[in-house]
């Protein structure tokens, strides 16, 4: 593990875990496949009967996925793709050979992983800073509403188009799922570590909506007031 980020919560997460203590949030982690080339964490929530997906991207940046368990109410809100994948045997209990529990096949499958691009299941990121090997600063971002309308017919102006022909496709609250991980990840896997943060501020912008065609070519993301772009800095 080449990075800073990595190396800091790869500590904290065996910190956590090696303190003996009831009523943990996270119930369990699983590390990355190495087959899958990334660096990351599985994170179980006591909370959630979906699995969080925390990859490294590149130097000290995170993603956040969030595979819904097909009984939660949010599951409804993930495009028809992701719905598609998340029931298929590609996250099936192929898995529970490597976990050891077979309550804990939620995840994908080695090869699968590999294979989903970032947009799909993404609901955030965090950007770790560092000062002299201690952490600084850490953001993260999300928006409230992921939102993809699916466009039929023609491409044209989107607002030229009855309603009828523009279907919400996906509607994730990506920002209640983002920060309750990070809430869990500050509040006890840092904590326990001894690290708290001292100030925090947040900013909002336009966030951004995107357009695809029936046949899954997306030709349209603009800034858009039907959504907010939300970013969250703690200072430590």
């Keep these: 593990m080449g990075n800073e980020a990595l190396v800091f919560i790869s500590t904290c997460l065996q910190n956590y875990f090696s303190t003996c203590h009831q009523n943990k949030d996270i119930i369990m982690?699983?590390?990355?496949?190495?087959?899958?080339?990334?660096?990351?964490?599985?994170?179980?929530?006591?909370?959630?009967?979906?699995?969080?997906?925390?990859?490294?991207?590149?130097?000290?940046?995170?993603?956040?996925?969030?595979?819904?368990?097909?009984?939660?109410?949010?599951?409804?809100?993930?495009?028809y793709y992701e719905r598609s994948l998340r029931k298929s045997e590609l996250f099936s209990s192929d898995e529970e050979n490597d976990l050891g529990k077979k309550e804990l096949a939620k995840i994908p499958r080695v090869d699968v992983r590999k294979e989903i691009i970032d947009k799909y299941f993404t609901i955030g990121k965090i950007n770790f800073f560092f000062e002299k090997g201690k952490l600084k600063c850490l953001e993260l971002q999300s928006q409230d509403y992921w939102r993809h309308y699916i466009v039929k017919g023609i491409k044209n102006i989107i607002s030229q188009k009855s309603k009828e022909d523009v279907v919400l496709n996906r509607n994730v609250?990506?920002?209640?799922?983002?920060?309750?991980?990070?809430?869990?990840?500050?509040?006890?896997?840092?904590?326990?570590?001894?690290?708290?943060?001292?100030?925090?501020?947040?900013?909002?912008?336009?966030?951004?909506?995107?357009?695809?065609?029936?046949?899954?070519?997306?030709?349209?993301?603009?800034?858009?007031?039907?959504?907010?772009?939300?970013?969250?800095?703690?200072?430590?």
């Design 29 to 79: 982690i699983s590390a990355l496949p190495v087959a899958t080339g990334l660096y990351g964490w599985y994170i179980f929530l006591k909370n959630r009967t979906g699995v969080y997906d925390f990859t490294c991207l590149r130097d000290n940046t995170f993603m956040i996925k969030y595979y819904p368990g097909l009984d939660e109410e949010i599951f409804s809100e993930f495009s």
């Design 173 to 236: 609250p990506g920002w209640e799922l983002s920060y309750e991980f990070l809430t869990v990840l500050l509040n006890e896997v840092f904590a326990y570590s001894g690290i708290y943060p001292k100030q925090f501020s947040r900013f909002h912008q336009l966030g951004i909506v995107s357009y695809s065609t029936e046949e899954g070519e997306e030709f349209l993301n603009e800034k858009s007031n039907e959504v907010s772009l939300l970013t969250h800095s703690y200072s430590f």
